[in-house]
């Protein structure tokens, strides 16, 4: 049986507060730096435990120091958000995850959740350690004011959410040992070993790896107050930007401190603030920073769109060809219209990595 135990604690930037929980060790009462108010969870909101998936043979052996665990070389390090309201979708993703690995036990998952959140950062780790015992995990705490001031608002209103921000501070959050991560929505599911894409090349001086989209008309991401200005539209000169979706980025986070592209994103944000250069919430400013630039990756790894477009809930079909990552990227996603009796038949490729149980079930168990 494995346990939760908190590992080292390292000093990062002043908006983080990591709260964390590592295989095997007993429970120990987790610290908080931030001012975090908790509320009762949800009791219908219940998980069942997932099974324990193992290492092959063929899989590295992990550092038995668990203080050096996070930085062990063997690692696959991904990072998500830990948002309640798609904390359902972010367990059937870590579920997809292990169960199609070759070496599940040398996944490390990074997540991330607000300080702003309905339900306490502690809360949430509790319940990722109930559904699965044995995973590597860390929990950092986002100070959204970090960003709030920044953001501007979208077509969508979830798409204003903070977090929705945080993958752009990964490099400032990880341990400096962590040089590559793989970041991934809360809304998709594996169906593939994600070592593959773990082990693609980002070449020449490439920061992020992504599926792009060069059939896709550019501009419409833009307004015209961009087009218009030549200082803006200059940023492109001399480069073939195409769309990419930023739910899955292989990120070399050596070569985003190097650039500092952090800063470099925020600076397109706090443009926008005055000049309402896009109108889609945090991926123009990526696409600004990196379009051009990015290392492009088989389509199979991002079959998004699945939930519909940003204004509508509507079905789609999957794209011809292989398959290796779904995701419900849009307005729809697969548990809300599974539950209202009403799914499209995409949906049915995502349920069977669906850990929820609901009141009815959790209360037909106890009797």
């Given at each position: 049986m494995?346990?939760?135990?908190p590992a080292?604690?390292v000093?990062?930037c002043?908006f983080l507060?990591?709260v964390?929980?590592?295989?095997?060790?007993?429970?120990?009462?987790?610290?908080?730096?931030?001012d975090?108010?908790?509320?009762?969870?949800d009791?219908?909101?219940q998980?069942?435990?997932?099974?324990e998936y193992q290492?092959?043979?063929?899989?590295p052996?992990?550092s038995e120091?668990?203080?050096?665990?996070a930085?062990?070389p063997s690692?696959?390090?991904i990072a998500?958000?830990l948002?309640?309201?798609?904390?359902?979708g972010?367990?059937a993703?870590v579920?997809s995850?292990?169960k199609?690995t070759?070496?599940?036990?040398?996944i490390?998952f990074h997540?991330?959740?607000?300080d702003?959140?309905?339900?306490?950062a502690n809360?949430?780790?509790?319940?990722v350690g109930?559904?699965?015992?044995?995973l590597?995990l860390k929990?950092?705490?986002f100070?959204?004011?970090v960003?709030?001031?920044?953001?501007?608002s979208?077509?969508?209103r979830a798409?204003d959410?903070p977090?929705?921000?945080?993958?752009s501070?990964?490099a400032?959050?990880l341990?400096?040992?962590?040089?590559?991560?793989?970041?991934?929505?809360s809304d998709?599911?594996l169906v593939?070993d994600?070592q593959k894409?773990?082990?693609?090349s980002l070449t020449?001086s490439?920061t992020?790896?992504a599926p792009?989209?060069?059939h896709v008309?550019?501009?419409k991401y833009f307004t015209?107050?961009?087009w218009f200005?030549?200082e803006?539209?200059r940023?492109f000169e001399?480069?073939?930007?195409?769309y990419?979706?930023?739910?899955?980025m292989?990120?070399?986070?050596e070569?985003?401190?190097e650039g500092?592209?952090?800063?470099?994103?925020?600076k397109?944000m706090?443009?926008?603030?005055?000049?309402?250069?896009?109108q889609?919430g945090?991926?123009?400013?990526?696409?600004?920073?990196f379009?051009g630039?990015?290392?492009g990756?088989?389509?199979?790894?991002?079959q998004?769109?699945?939930?519909?477009?940003n204004?509508v809930d509507s079905?789609?079909?999957?794209?011809p060809?292989?398959?290796?990552?779904?995701?419900w990227s849009?307005?729809g996603?697969?548990w809300?219209?599974?539950?209202a009796n009403n799914?499209c038949?995409v949906d049915?490729l995502?349920?069977?990595?669906?850990?929820?149980?609901s009141?009815?079930q959790?209360?037909?168990?106890?009797?």
């Amino acid at each position: 049986m494995f346990f939760l135990r908190p590992a080292f604690v390292v000093s990062l930037c002043l908006f983080l507060f990591p709260v964390i929980a590592i295989r095997p060790y007993p429970p120990t009462k987790v610290s908080y730096d931030a001012d975090i108010t908790s509320i009762e969870f949800d009791k219908s909101a219940q998980f069942l435990e997932a099974p324990e998936y193992q290492n092959g043979l063929q899989c590295p052996v992990l550092s038995e120091n668990g203080l050096l665990l996070a930085c062990d070389p063997s690692l696959v390090h991904i990072a998500m958000t830990l948002d309640p309201d798609y904390l359902r979708g972010t367990i059937a993703a870590v579920h997809s995850v292990l169960k199609h690995t070759s070496c599940p036990q040398n996944i490390f998952f990074h997540f991330i959740a607000s300080d702003s959140s309905s339900v306490n950062a502690n809360d949430l780790t509790r319940i990722v350690g109930s559904v699965f015992p044995s995973l590597n995990l860390k929990v950092y705490v986002f100070r959204e004011d970090v960003v709030s001031d920044l953001i501007s608002s979208s077509i969508r209103r979830a798409l204003d959410n903070p977090l929705n921000y945080a993958r752009s501070y990964l490099a400032d959050m990880l341990e400096p040992c962590v040089k590559r991560v793989i970041y991934l929505d809360s809304d998709v599911v594996l169906v593939d070993d994600i070592q593959k894409l773990w082990r693609i090349s980002l070449t020449g001086s490439r920061t992020i790896g992504a599926p792009q989209y060069c059939h896709v008309n550019f501009t419409k991401y833009f307004t015209n107050e961009f087009w218009f200005d030549i200082e803006f539209s200059r940023v492109f000169e001399g480069k073939r930007p195409c769309y990419f979706n930023t739910g899955v980025m292989v990120m070399d986070l050596e070569r985003w401190r190097e650039g500092d592209y952090t800063r470099k994103i925020e600076k397109w944000m706090r443009i926008q603030k005055e000049k309402k250069i896009y109108q889609l919430g945090s991926l123009p400013p990526f696409l600004l920073v990196f379009g051009g630039d990015v290392e492009g990756i088989d389509h199979r790894w991002n079959q998004h769109g699945l939930g519909g477009d940003n204004l509508v809930d509507s079905c789609r079909t999957l794209h011809p060809g292989r398959t290796s990552l779904l995701h419900w990227s849009g307005k729809g996603k697969p548990w809300t219209r599974l539950d209202a009796n009403n799914p499209c038949p995409v949906d049915h490729l995502w349920a069977p990595y669906d850990l929820y149980k609901s009141q009815k079930q959790s209360q037909n168990q106890q009797q």
